[in-house]
């Protein structure tokens, strides 16, 4: 039996500590920004932090795991709006732990199974944003309780 091919998906992914961050959403929800500022927290935060990819990610299933990877001919770049794509320090590829939705206002208390995901039959602990100033703060919070990051 051969593995499933990989998966593109229209996102962007970051690691944080050893746990990798998908972010979903839409052109303009604001995925690069987010991402962008995960980093930034974190590594304010004497954590390790890096880009995966902006804007197109790939997804693939190993060992029951969901990997996120760079897309050529993009990897290493981020969209900075107003600037364009730049150079971004990047990871090769992290385990996924938490997957981001954008573009929605997201429930004050959500069901159970609204904070949950399944991507390519591996099911992960989920988060809706706006995103708004500071849901950095809040991922970062959702990471460690559902994630057990450190």
Do not use: N, W, Y
Not at 120 to 142: C, H, Q
Request: proline share 9%; aromatic share 2%; net charge negative.
């Amino acid at each position: 039996m051969s593995a499933a091919p990989p998966l593109r998906l229209h996102a962007s992914a970051v690691v944080i500590g050893e746990a990798g961050i998908l972010i979903r959403g839409p052109s303009g929800a604001g995925k690069s920004t987010l991402a962008l500022a995960l980093v930034g927290l974190a590594q304010s935060q004497d954590r390790f932090a890096r880009l995966i990819a902006d804007d197109r990610t790939e997804i693939a299933v190993k060992a029951g795991r969901l990997l996120a990877a760079p897309v050529p001919p993009i990897e290493g770049l981020v969209e900075r709006r107003g600037l364009g794509l730049t150079p971004e320090p990047h990871l090769a590829a992290a385990v996924l732990r938490l997957v981001i939705d954008c573009g929605s206002e997201p429930e004050r208390m959500p069901e159970p199974e609204a904070l949950v995901e399944t991507v390519a039959g591996i099911t992960l602990p989920r988060l809706s944003v706006l995103p708004r100033a500071g849901d950095e703060r809040l991922i970062l919070t959702a990471l460690a309780l559902f994630a057990g990051s450190d």
